[in-house]
Each structure stands twice: as structure tokens, then as C-alpha cells.
């Protein structure tokens, strides 16, 4: 995992992170990578995982590499408690994010210690921490304004990566999870970024949450300062809802669900290559 940050760092690319809790979203985002021969990373969250079962996804996952012989990695995303992630480890996860962002920073730097020291022994190679305040969630909601206290400190990320030793760092920099009703997503604070960037882009991988909605130019410029994995999961969900929708209204009479289903695996495969392409991640030697 982390050789892969490294490559996309030096190339000047991102490897998306895409969400999935079910067959059909797992489908579309590896039909994707297969036709850009792209690495992925595919992560579940906390209520994502219980759905689709921590065990069941890495066989899933195992069955797809064997199949690609593509570089994809199981990632648990916004694990809250380090009992969450200990599950995600003990289940086979290829990588682990720790979110203690609630928490003030001494108890959000105890446990993600804890959880980087366990990963170390069972030989996990990427542990994602986060600090500042990301606000949203992964569905359309009314905007938010987000202020310059939400926004990660550079200071305080680099003494949080040294006294942590996490491998990459999830930061607040005008980024949200989830879109916006009727207004675009906000500008990203991308000088905060080259900010945090200077100070411990050497250290850790840089994670851009909330890649759904966000200004296309201000994730390429994310990309030129560092930003080596980008997380996207509201635009797969709409995606997939409203292919749903429209399939079942166009065949009231349809009931086989592999009828039903290759328009919505069609849908979301469509926006994981766009985000692909826009993240210029393709398999490089
Ligand atoms: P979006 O839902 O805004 O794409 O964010 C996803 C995310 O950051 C998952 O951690």
C-alpha cells in the first residue's frame, strides 16, 4: 500500500478509494479498474461492512485480484472505536483508517497509536488518522459553511503523524462529505494544503475526503500538492439509487434481479472511470 502512495506521489496521481456495501457496487467499481487498468482501493464503512460482512468482502475481493491481477486493496473507512478496526485487522483488511477526529487530540493520538502498533504486528501497511473537522455525510444535504477552525492545523498534523506513525493522514481542507442540494460544492483551502503538504508530505500519504461534488480543477490542483488517495462514495450512491429507480419504473413487471441490476452496475461503473480518469491513475510499471 504505502509503495503505492509513494509511486503516486512522485507521478503526480491519486489512487480513488470508492465505497462499496454490495455485489453490484463492487462489480462496477472493478469493471472500471479492469478496463483503465487501474489500481483501487475499495473501503467499507462502519455500517458499509456489518452490511456486506468484513470476511465475505475479503473473499470477494480475493476472488476479483485473482481474476485482474490488479493491485486492489480492502480498506475500513472511518472506523470509530479501536475494537471497529481490531475486527477490520483481525478480518483480513488490507488497510485501516482510524477516525478520532471527535476526540480531542491527546485521546485521538492514544488510540491511533494503539491501532498503529497492532497493525505493525499483523503486518497491516497502512493505518489512515485523521484530524480537523470534516462535516457532512455521504448523502445530498443542505449546504454548510465551513469555517477556518474546521480546517487542519499544519502544526499540529505534523506533531500528530510523529507521535502517531501513521501512514496517511485524512485532513479538513474545505472538503465535505456528500453534496449539496442546490449550491456546488465548496473550494477546497488549497494553500492550507500545500501548507500541510510542506510539513509532512514526506511523512504520510495526504487523503482528500468527501471527493463527491468537489470542483474538478480543485482536485487536479489537490493532486499537483500532494493528495496521493481520494475518497468518493455519495456520487456512487446516487448513481446507483437513481439507475435503480429508473430501471424499476421502465420494467414495473420485472422481478429477476439480474435483469434489474446491469443498468445500476452500468451507472456507477460510469462515474468510478470518470473519477479514475480524473485521478490519472492508471497501472504504471
Ligand atoms: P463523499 O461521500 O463526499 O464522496 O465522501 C466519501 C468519503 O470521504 C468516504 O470516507
Partial sequence: ?????????????????FNASNLEQLKAIIQAVKKLQ???????????????????????????????????FLHLDHGKSFEVVQEAIEAGYDSVHFDGSELDFEENVEITKKIVDLAKEKGIKNVEGELGYLRGKSAVQEAVEIKEEDLTDPKKALEFVEKTGVDSLAM????IHGVF????????????LGEISKMVGDKAGLVLH??????????KKAIELGIVKVNVNTELRLAYTEALKKSLQDNPDQ????KIMPIVVEAVQK?????????????RP
Fill in 255 to 258: 422481478t429477476t434481479p439480474y
Fill in 271 to 283: 462515474v468510478v472511470e470518470e473519477k479514475i480518469k480524473l485521478f490519472m491513475s492508471k497501472v
Fill in 172 to 175: 479538513a481542507i474545505g472538503n
Fill in 181 to 192: 442540494k442546490s449550491a456546488q460544492n465548496p473550494n477546497l483551502f488549497l494553500d492550507r
Fill in 38 to 72: 487501474s489500481p483501487v482501493i475499495i473501503s467499507t464503512s462502519q455500517g458499509e461492512s456489518k452490511f456486506i460482512g468484513k470476511k465475505q468482502i475479503r473473499a470477494l475481493i480475493d476472488s476479483y485480484k485473482e481474476e485482474t491481477n490488479l493491485p486492489i
Fill in 1 to 17: 500500500m504505502l509503495e503505492i502512495f509513494q509511486k503516486a506521489k512522485e507521478n503526480k496521481y491519486a489512487i480513488g478509494a
Fill in 210 to 219: 468527501g471527493g463527491s461534488g468537489t470542483p474538478e480543477e480543485d482536485i
